[in-house]
């Protein structure tokens, strides 16, 4: 990428900065982390464009009994 002070330069490190910000949280609700759930799903209401995948949380018994 080449920061040229233009403005389709400034579109692109916007663009790219949420991309990373978003990608961050996105991981981080992967692994159950409360937080992060609720910040991508509060990021995809303000962005129509970003579509993340929502863990499916079960209770660690309910998994414990299925994996014996």
Known sequence: MVIDGSKQSKK???SMLHW????????RS???NDEAIFAIKRAM???EHLKVT????AEDAL???IIK
């Open 20 to 27: 990373d910000v978003n990608n961050g949280i996105a991981r």
């Open 54 to 57: 929502i863990p499916n949380l």
């Open 45 to 47: 209401e303000q962005n």
């Open 12 to 14: 692109n490190i916007k």
């Open 30 to 32: 992967w692994a159950r």
């Open 63 to 65: 998994i414990d009994k």
